[in-house]
């Protein structure tokens, strides 16, 4: 990627303050995905890598959210950990003052730790049990996903680890082995899986919406394994 060009492929223009608790935030998009999950919400940004903003053009956006009363920033994707000047796109929302919540499939330990003290708050997706994740996301090296969960929960930093719950694929006997091997958490996140037409795997388009009621039994589930549990 060119020296020219911010990792941030694509910004949301309308804040939100349902993505980092407590804060209005801005939702900065990068590109890529070393994942190819099959029931991916954003398949059009995984894969290839784009050319991003350019660093002017950024700050001037960074400049611009002030006037919405903007305090955060949300990078997510893709897989922001992918692109090796992430570290600069970090430095400069700084520089505006603003804080930052890093969305991240946990693939990158390394990379993520060498953020970690400039990161606010972490929100780290746990796909499904170890075993499982060839079969999910094509991901082969799942013990770095529990290495970067591990980082998290020594490191201090505010942080959440969330699962989206697919009836057909998170069984008992799945959530039993994902808890086990999150056990000790400091937040954990149950979402439910949404079908849509442009997901990546036509047998998930048609799969039902995850019941509130199963949801809440995996809460329940997780009781003994998280200090706080939220279901969305």
Same mark, same amino acid.
């Given at each position: 990627m060119s020296s020219q060009t911010s990792p941030v492929f694509a910004w949301q223009r309308q804040p939100t303050l349902s993505d980092h608790a407590g804060h209005l935030s801005a939702l900065f998009f990068t590109s890529g995905c070393n994942f190819t999950c099959r029931f991916c919400h954003n398949a059009a940004l995984m894969n290839r890598v784009q050319t991003g903003i350019d660093w002017q053009h950024l700050d001037q956006i960074l400049s611009s959210l002030r006037e919405q009363w903007v305090d955060s920033v949300t990078l997510t994707g893709g897989e922001p950990l992918l692109h090796a000047s992430l570290p600069l796109l970090v430095d400069r929302i700084k520089q505006h003052g603003y804080l930052i919540k890093l969305d991240s499939n946990g693939s990158f330990p390394e990379r993520l730790q060498?953020? /970690? #003290?400039?990161?606010?708050?972490?929100?780290? @997706?746990? %796909?499904?049990? *170890?075993?499982?994740? #060839?079969? /999910?996301?094509?991901?082969? %090296?799942?013990?770095?996903? =529990?290495?970067?969960?591990? !980082? !998290? @929960?020594?490191?201090?930093?505010?942080?959440?680890?969330?699962?989206?719950?697919?009836?057909?694929?998170?069984?008992?006997?799945?959530?039993?082995?994902? =808890?086990?091997?999150?056990?000790?958490?400091?937040?954990?996140? =149950?979402?439910?899986?949404?079908?849509? #037409?442009? =997901?990546?795997? #036509?047998?998930?388009?048609?799969?039902?919406?995850?019941?509130?009621?199963?949801? *809440?039994q995996l809460a329940a589930m997780a009781a003994e394994h998280a200090q706080s549990i939220k279901t969305l």
């Amino acid at each position: 990627m060119s020296s020219q060009t911010s990792p941030v492929f694509a910004w949301q223009r309308q804040p939100t303050l349902s993505d980092h608790a407590g804060h209005l935030s801005a939702l900065f998009f990068t590109s890529g995905c070393n994942f190819t999950c099959r029931f991916c919400h954003n398949a059009a940004l995984m894969n290839r890598v784009q050319t991003g903003i350019d660093w002017q053009h950024l700050d001037q956006i960074l400049s611009s959210l002030r006037e919405q009363w903007v305090d955060s920033v949300t990078l997510t994707g893709g897989e922001p950990l992918l692109h090796a000047s992430l570290p600069l796109l970090v430095d400069r929302i700084k520089q505006h003052g603003y804080l930052i919540k890093l969305d991240s499939n946990g693939s990158f330990p390394e990379r993520l730790q060498s953020l /970690l #003290p400039q990161l606010d708050y972490v929100a780290l @997706d746990i %796909k499904t049990s *170890q075993a499982r994740y #060839p079969q /999910l996301t094509g991901w082969q %090296k799942p013990e770095q996903v =529990l290495r970067s969960a591990r !980082l !998290l @929960d020594s490191s201090g930093i505010d942080y959440e680890l969330r699962t989206t719950i697919i009836e057909a694929h998170h069984d008992d006997e799945v959530m039993n082995a994902l =808890l086990q091997e999150i056990h000790g958490c400091r937040r954990y996140v =149950l979402q439910p899986f949404i079908p849509r #037409p442009d =997901l990546p795997d #036509p047998l998930f388009r048609t799969l039902p919406r995850t019941r509130p009621q199963r949801l *809440q039994q995996l809460a329940a589930m997780a009781a003994e394994h998280a200090q706080s549990i939220k279901t969305l």
